[in-house]
């Protein structure tokens, strides 16, 4: 899911502050903006950067639909991005501020209970005609009604859309605190009503779709690769948000079966970019002589991206489950000390929190505001939430893990679990066995779950290991049809609305959402409206450490791993910029191809 430092002085903001509700250039969530209303770019860019060259980079699986927005069909990688502009574009370098784009301004009284956007006048779609008010209305409504179910729990707080005029869209929002809200709105991709006016939006289609954004669909083959050409007369080319960005002539998605033959294929030269997600891989498949003599470039850039839980996502749809009890048992199956030194070569630290490699996670005991947040809500959650630090089971990493197994023996024993002495295999009077299937859709991911699998059959638990291919994994976590499956959440440097789509009650049984365990927790919902009501930094630090805890102590995932660093593989053809921001490398945006480079590297390239 979605890669990731300060900038020169004359970048900060130097002019007093626009008066509350006036016509602003840009917003921030909480405080002022980075950059004034005179800033020419981004300081993470180089707003010299050449155009020209191609970006080539790997995709997994297949892409049957242009339409991202919809349940049906697996769409192709990163056409939302590359096509459609929004509203306002965020900075990689501010918890969450965003500058016009689409929009000229944005106006938001004091309380933030509207939020009005006029549209630039030279705003237009890559036919010619103007971007109007009238599509945004059209965007924000047919995404609501007809687009993924998470739109509408992201857009609940929208009350009413309104057509000021050709340029000028005003949102009125609900009663309550959400301060987020005119960001959000920001973030709406804009869709062009005409040429929607006669094709059925909620059905798949691989006709190359009309956008404003720096590219259009090229060349394209389902199951092979897509080409995303640069717009040569781009509308937005010389605004202070893309100005350095946006630097390729093409950008090509490969499409590839797994990530073995995609890693092979990549030392072969047959894409330029990757982005290494597996330790072993990187550890032991780039001692290769183009790496050693500089062809390929193999790299680790820190971030300071919150690292999102990245588990084993127990579905509590399923009846064996819904036992909070055995949700925590199971947690003690995996050893991850002993995976991270024989599978990950001590690459990964363990994941604990929601919010890792931030100051929004939840460590100690709660104190101070954050426990004045959760003491309403004492009688609804565990009592030892508010007497120990929640960390995730440890072992000694030999492999040997009798006490943490004894440990979760005696948990099950406790919820009802017993031995059946026939078949040696855990049972329960109600539920039935102690069963359950993963769900994957990287083979590569087989060599973590298998250890896990052989610790809780010591106990007497049945896992399955299941890897379909990428489209069928789509379609069977829309429907919510698996029991265990391992997801990263993406969350931010400024939570708030998109964590209704994790864990919204609201959302539990829809199809496509993103409450991926099936939470249905009252508590858990009161949190996320405060987080999303947080009036500034310091109560969404202590609104989201709370509910973090919540999440902790609720054990809806076992906690695997992350790292606070990317990495990167490239052949030696890129410029990038010197800086880079705390969202980490910005490639696909901000490198370029230096001409210089290409040159050298000419047919040493396989």
């Known amino acids: 899911m979605r890669l990731i430092a300060t900038t020169a002085a004359a970048l900060f903001l130097s002019a ?45 699986g297949n892409f049957d639909s242009f339409n991202p927005f919809i349940v049906k069909g697996v769409a192709a990688a990163d056409i939302s991005v590359l096509i459609y502009d929004t509203l306002m574009a965020a900075s990689a370098d501010e918890p969450f501020s965003a500058y016009g784009l689409l929009a000229e301004t944005v106006e938001t009284p004091p309380d933030r209970s509207w939020v009005q956007f006029v549209l630039r006048k030279q705003a237009k779609w890559h036919d010619g005609k103007p971007v109007t008010a009238d599509d945004v209305v059209f965007s924000f409504e047919t995404l609501r009604d007809k687009g993924s179910p998470n739109f509408r729990s992201y857009y609940a707080s929208v009350d009413e859309v309104e057509r000021i005029d050709d340029r000028t869209v005003r949102f009125t929002f609900k009663p309550g605190d959400n301060r987020e809200l005119p960001l959000i709105l920001g973030q709406l991709a804009v869709l062009p009503k005409h040429y929607w006016a006669d094709r059925p939006f909620e059905k798949t289609s691989l006709d190359p779709p009309l956008g404003s954004g720096p590219y259009k669909v090229g060349r394209f083959d389902p199951g092979r690769f897509i080409e995303y ?14 100005k350095g960005r946006w630097n390729f002539d093409t950008i090509r998605l490969i499409y590839f079966r797994d990530s073995n033959v995609a890693t092979e294929a990549f030392k072969s030269g047959d894409y330029d970019f990757r982005a290494e997600n597996a330790s072993k891989t990187w550890a032991t498949q780039y001692d290769i002589p183009a790496v050693r003599d500089g062809r390929i470039i193999k790299r680790t850039s820190p971030h300071k991206r919150p690292q999102g839980m990245q588990g ?37 630290t363990r994941n604990r929190s929601y919010f890792d490699n931030s100051e929004l996670a939840a460590t100690g005991i709660p104190q101070g505001e954050e426990l004045a947040i959760l003491e309403p809500y004492r009688d609804q959650l565990p009592p030892e939430l508010f007497t120990e630090e929640y960390q995730p089971p440890v072992t000694d990493g030999s492999g040997r893990m009798r006490e943490n197994l004894k440990q979760a023996a005696k948990i099950l024993q406790d919820a009802g679990w017993k031995i059946d002495p026939e078949t ?75 964590q209704r789509m994790y864990w919204s009650s609201e959302l539990a049984d829809a199809s496509g959402s993103a409450n991926w365990v099936g939470a249905k927790s009252p508590v858990i919902d009161a949190l996320v409206e405060k987080v999303v009501a947080a009036a500034d930094r310091d109560a969404l630090v202590h609104r989201t450490r709370a509910f973090d805890r919540v999440l902790q102590w609720g054990y809806w995932v076992i906690p695997q791993w992350y790292i606070a660093y990317d990495r990167l593989a490239y052949w030696n053809k890129f410029g990038m910029p010197d800086v880079v921001p705390d969202d980490g490398a910005q490639v696909v945006d901000t490198w370029w191809v230096d001409p210089a480079l290409e040159a050298a590297l000419g047919d040493k390239k396989p």
């Open 16 to 60: 007093a502050a626009p008066a509350l509700g006036a016509p602003q250039h840009g917003m921030a969530m909480h405080g002022d903006v980075k950059y004034g209303p005179d800033f020419t770019h981004f300081g993470y860019v180089n707003p010299n950067a050449p155009k020209g060259g191609s970006l080539s980079r790997y995709a997994i």
């Open 229 to 242: 050409d640069r717009v040569e007369d781009y509308w937005g080319a010389d605004l202070p948000v893309n």
């Open 312 to 348: 084993f996502v127990f579905n509590t749809r399923r009846k064996v489950f819904q036992d909070r009890q055995v949700r925590r048992a199971l947690t003690y199956g995996l050893d991850f000390e002993w995976s991270n030194k024989n599978l990950f070569y001590g690459q990964y």
């Open 424 to 498: 040696r295999k855990l049972i329960h009077p109600e539920i039935g066995p102690l069963r359950f299937e993963v769900l994957l859709y990287d083979p590569q991911f087989e060599r973590v779950v298998l250890p896990f699998k052989k610790n809780l059959e010591r106990l007497g638990v049945t896992v399955d290991v299941r890897t379909v291919d990428p489209p069928q994994y789509v379609r069977r976590l829309d429907e919510h049809d698996y029991d265990m499956i391992v997801i990263s959440y993406a969350d931010t440097r400024s939570p708030g609305n998109e």
